[in-house]
């Protein structure tokens, strides 16, 4: 008898020992007290409050805003329009820096020639100081686009040949088949493109600056005339002349 009550007390503790250990396992470090909804259930890893779409990441809040934003207030400027409403080609002919030795050190300044048309028979040249770049290109393009003259063309070509002076500049014009394109170069080239001549030969015989070649081409284009014009000076109509 004394045998048997003794056992039955150890095999008490035996069993004793793992549901203490259950207890504290479970409920006060691994079970609902710890690891459960107070650590990581709603309160911090959930959803809404932290990770949520619409708070932190939502598009409406911070990428909408932004792209309304940024590309509402960026707008190009229109390009710039003759008396009739042709929009304007300009063409950049040369760009010249001048530098200024001072005390300090030196002072560049820029000088640009700009030529500008219509692409219909329209063109002009204009000549802008600065003390940048952007800025002597834009005096230069608004001086060209007021001073534009009128050239009397014979479709994609000139209607007959033509030789003019502007200073040291000689410039001689002839009239091409169609098909061979604006066979210039330099300022000629640019002013024919801007005035819509597609087929040309051209040859640039004196001097090499940029302006005096650029006005005596102008210079050319507006002494070309027509048929029309020269029966209209002659007095006869063109079926009589011929």
Known sequence: MA??????PAEEKKVAAPEGANNTADNNRGGDNRGGDNRGGDNRGGG??????????????????????????????????????????????????????????????????????????????????????????????????????KVRLNGPTIPHEVYAEFGGGKVLLKPASPGTGVIAGGGVRAVCEAVGIHDVLAKSIGSNNHANVVKATIKALTMLRTKEDVYGLRGKKKEKAI
């Open 3 to 8: 045998n048997n009550e003794e056992s039955k």
């Open 48 to 149: 809404n409050n932290r990770g949520g779409g619409n708070n932190r990441g939502g598009g409406n809040n911070r990428g909408g805003g932004r792209d309304n934003n940024r590309g509402g207030g960026r707008q190009r400027e229109a390009p710039p329009t003759d008396a009739e409403g042709n929009e304007l080609t300009e063409k950049v002919v040369f760009i010249n820096r001048c530098a200024k030795v001072v005390k300090g050190g030196r002072r560049f300044s820029f000088s640009a020639l700009v030529v500008s048309g219509n692409e219909k028979g329209s063109v002009g040249v204009g000549f802008g100081k600065a003390n940048e770049v952007a800025e002597c290109i834009k005096k230069a393009s608004g001086v060209a686009n007021k001073n534009l003259q």
